[in-house]
């Protein structure tokens, strides 16, 4: 029974890694005849003196991004973890902006950011009418505000879940020992949730190593390279400068990073075995 999904797996996973990798060894345009190139695309793209400015970049909106999903995302689940009718069309509406695409609330948020004819012009608030795409500091926030603003209701389920998962008993043992909510909350709800945690920040730093169409969209990459990340400079190098063995190389060097940070939060997450008891 499992023949069909590996068979699937490896024709859509590993056939097109094993391509990407055999290409980063080769010289090609995208459109002529494909030449070995040894470890040449290796070394440019390694020696490009705007690889770490670009790999910071995308650690600095994986780790910014990650500080503000989580807590959001953790109390919005706790909170819609409630058995009120109302929380429950909340939790409708919460889901909202992961329905729309990346491109759409890029195009969005552009439009109502924009300095002259955006939502602080039109509402004549002088704090909203700054240039903020057009400033490094604040395209960095924006970015990671609208990345929150898409990707907070799908990890606010995940803890919603999770937290329905926990025995409700516990919680009655603690109100009869006296503790209160907040109490509970980090004394019950936090630890219980460790694997879910674990669980939702993976997907939230492995998902961060593939933004590319919402930066895209939003900012190009600017100003500058002020958020130019990773999938980004692939993009650029492979479809804009027709170098599509530079460009493998960095999608191989994003499977590998993210390969290297899923390993890494595994590890902090310890034995799975109780993840299943809780949900995760």
């Not at 080769?26 to 793209?45: E, K, M, P, Y």
């Not at 991004?65 to 109302?86: C, D, E, H, I, K």
């Not at 509402?123 to 009418?129: I, N, T, V, Y």
């Not at 400079?233 to 530079?246: E, V």
Request: net charge positive.
């Amino acid at each position: 029974m499992a023949l069909p999904a590996l068979a699937m797996f490896l024709l859509f996973g590993v056939v097109p890694l094993v391509g990407v990798l055999a290409l980063s060894f080769a010289q090609w345009d995208g459109l002529g005849a494909i030449h070995t190139a040894g470890l040449s695309n290796w070394r440019s793209v390694l020696s490009d003196p705007s690889l770490p400015h670009t790999v910071l970049v995308t650690f600095e909106i994986m780790i910014l991004s990650w500080a503000v999903q989580t807590p959001m995302s953790l109390l919005l689940g706790v909170f819609l973890a409630g058995r009120q009718r109302y929380r429950a069309l909340l939790a409708v509406l919460y889901f909202i902006p992961l329905l729309l695409s990346s491109a759409a609330i890029a195009i969005t948020y552009k439009a109502l950011l924009d300095p002259n004819f955006g939502l602080g012009a039109g509402l004549h608030l002088s704090f909203l009418a700054q240039d903020w795409l057009g400033k490094s500091n604040l395209a960095v926030g924006v970015v990671i505000f609208v990345v929150s603003w898409q990707f907070i209701p799908f990890h606010s389920l995940i803890y919603q879940g999770g937290v329905r998962q926990i025995p409700t008993s516990m919680y009655e043992a603690a109100s009869i020992d006296g503790a209160g909510r907040i109490r509970q909350f980090f004394s019950i709800t936090v630890p219980q949730l460790k694997y879910t945690i674990i669980t939702s920040s993976t997907l939230m730093v492995v998902g961060s190593l593939t933004f590319f169409d919402l930066i895209f969209v939003l900012t190009a990459g600017g100003p500058g390279d002020a958020t130019r990340v990773l999938a980004l400079d692939m993009y650029k190098r492979g479809f804009q400068a027709n170098l599509m063995g530079p460009a493998s190389v960095i999608a191989v060097m994003l499977v590998l990073l993210g390969l290297v940070l899923a390993l890494l939060l595994r590890r902090l997450g310890g034995s799975t075995t109780a993840s299943q008891q809780e949900g995760a």
